[in-house]
């Protein structure tokens, strides 16, 4: 096999365990608002390495796996992705995507900005989503982060990720 193959191979299978993570570990953690979301993570390690349109086809993918989870109106989440995805696609061309805390920052932010897009798509009223936006997205933006970092340093070969700040 060529080295691109592999090395596509090598990201199907981390995306895969993110997939596991996500409906394995993570209803089994911390309550489900600051839990980390392990598709995010997918979908930010993705759209960072690929180009605007399949970034947003990717995102478009995760947003309707998370509309069929989710109590919010179905299409929020779908719309939140697939902006993510394209955004942090197209991020990576203004930021350095291969320093790990940038990495780990694109994360945290696209979260909050899917939080963002998902809680305006849905209706929610407005001290609601005061309260999610600078409480509970925070946190999980944190915590997803965190895992990620987990993930990097895990996998940084196949990611090509420096680890000087």
């Keep these: 096999m060529s080295p691109n193959r592999v090395s596509r191979v090598q990201l199907l299978l981390v995306m895969l365990l993110l997939l596991v993570l996500q409906f394995y570990l993570r209803p089994r953690l911390w309550d489900a608002r600051i839990s980390p979301d392990f598709l995010l993570i997918a979908l930010m390690l993705f759209s960072m390495r690929s180009s605007p349109g ?13 509309d069929t989870l989710t109590p919010a109106r179905f299409g929020a989440a779908t719309l ?10 197209w991020g990576r061309s203004v930021f350095f995507a291969d320093n790990i805390l940038v990495n780990a920052g694109f994360v945290a932010a696209g979260l909050w900005v899917r939080d963002l897009i998902v809680l305006l798509a849905s209706g929610t009223d407005h001290r609601q989503l005061i309260t999610e936006l600078t409480l509970y997205s925070p946190l999980q933006a ?5 895992f990620s970092l987990i993930v990097l340093l895990t996998f940084r070969s196949m990611f090509s990720v420096r680890l000087d700040a």
């Design 54 to 66: 399949v970034a947003a086809v990717a995102g478009f993918v995760v947003g309707l796996i998370a």
């Design 80 to 89: 939140a992705h697939t902006l993510v995805g394209y955004l942090g696609s």
């Design 142 to 146: 944190l915590t997803t982060a965190g």
